[in-house]
């Protein structure tokens, strides 16, 4: 089983123990949390990753850590470290704010821009992507000068590229592509 069916599983579990549990966004806020602070503390990453620390000296990390926090997520952890499945946590998280958003009727949109977004483009890509979807709507908005212009759009694995550098892309390969026309022979 691939890494990403892996961490859809755990969080398949997760999901539907916070939801019986009425905790959903709470778990999914500390369960970001988690991965954020994991992200930004090289330390942290090193420690929980290195073979050579005993598993329950890292169980007792995770539980200082996540002491305070949601069960679930302390729960969930350690399971992860467990089993040695601890390096898919932000896989995790991703496949657990995709099955709350999905449980919301809530669509995630990645949007990247060459530039800063106005508020009322903002507005206006967001109603335009709400209509087509038939639901509501979150927009993350990233800012990528390498684009140059137009709009990248992700929502879960589809992408509509609409960036200059996309169309830029196309027409080198069409123009490698193109055969000669004219009156030679």
């Known amino acids: 089983m691939s890494a990403e069916n892996v961490a859809r599983v755990y969080a398949r579990a997760l999901f ?3 939801r ?9 806020r500390d369960l970001g949390d988690f991965v954020a602070a994991l992200a930004a ?6 420690v929980l990753a290195d073979p ?13 850590i996540t002491r305070g926090g949601q069960p679930l997520v302390a729960n969930t952890l350690r399971l992860l470290l467990d089993r040695g499945r601890f390096g898919l ?13 999905t449980e919301a009727d809530l669509v995630r949109v990645e949007v990247t821009s060459a530039l800063e977004l106005t508020a009322a483009a903002h507005e206006k890509i967001l109603a335009r992507v709400a209509e087509a979807a038939g639901r509501r709507v979150e927009l993350a908005v990233h800012v990528d000068p390498g684009i140059i212009g137009g709009l990248v759009l992700r929502v879960g694995d589809v992408i ?3 960036s200059v550098q996309a169309r830029i892309r196309q027409l080198r390969r069409r123009l490698a592509t193109a055969e000669l026309r004219g009156d030679v022979q």
């Open 160 to 162: 509509v590229d609409g």
């Open 20 to 28: 019986d549990a009425g905790a959903v966004a709470p778990v999914g």
């Open 52 to 64: 050579q620390i005993d598993t329950s000296a890292k169980q007792r990390i995770l539980v200082e």
């Open 16 to 18: 539907d123990a916070a």
């Open 89 to 101: 946590v932000a896989e995790l998280r991703e496949a657990y704010e995709a099955l709350a958003a």
């Open 41 to 46: 503390s090289a330390s942290l990453r090193d």
